[in-house]
């Protein structure tokens, strides 16, 4: 959890806030067919359905106040995976900043999956 201070009183913004915004923000990317969780029974990454777009997110907090973010994702065919990735690097850095003033010290995308078809 952050915990933001100013001159009205505190702010405190849990990790589901992150992971919703954080998810949310990948799933509208260009090539992001979805968010990726792996089954616990098979070990075989699953395409989650939209309303689950926050369970393919870790945050993790850092002393300095800052976070890093871990996205599983499942992209469609034939994209480009280095610009897909870059593109999301830096549209879930943007979103996290203007919507909670948070700065982001890394964002890490895993390419789960390849939906073909």
């Known amino acids: 959890m952050i915990c933001q201070n100013n001159?009205?009183?505190?702010?405190?913004?849990?990790?589901?806030?992150y992971t919703e915004i954080v998810g949310t923000a990948?799933?509208?990317c260009f090539g992001v067919k979805g968010m990726a969780a792996r089954s616990v029974t098979d070990g075989v990454y699953h395409l989650l359905r939209k309303e689950s777009v926050s369970k393919g997110v870790r945050v993790q907090f850092h002393e300095d106040d800052t976070i890093s973010i871990d996205l599983h994702i499942v992209v469609d065919n034939g994209v480009n995976l280095n610009a897909v990735g870059a593109s999301i690097i830096s549209e879930v850095r943007y979103v996290v900043s203007e919507c909670t003033g948070t700065k982001v010290r890394a964002v890490n995308v895993y390419v789960d999956s390849m939906v073909i078809g």
Request: aromatic share 0%; proline share 0%; glycine share 8%.
């Open 7 to 17: 001159d009205k009183g505190n702010v405190n913004i849990s990790a589901s806030v």
């Open 26 to 28: 990948a799933a509208n």
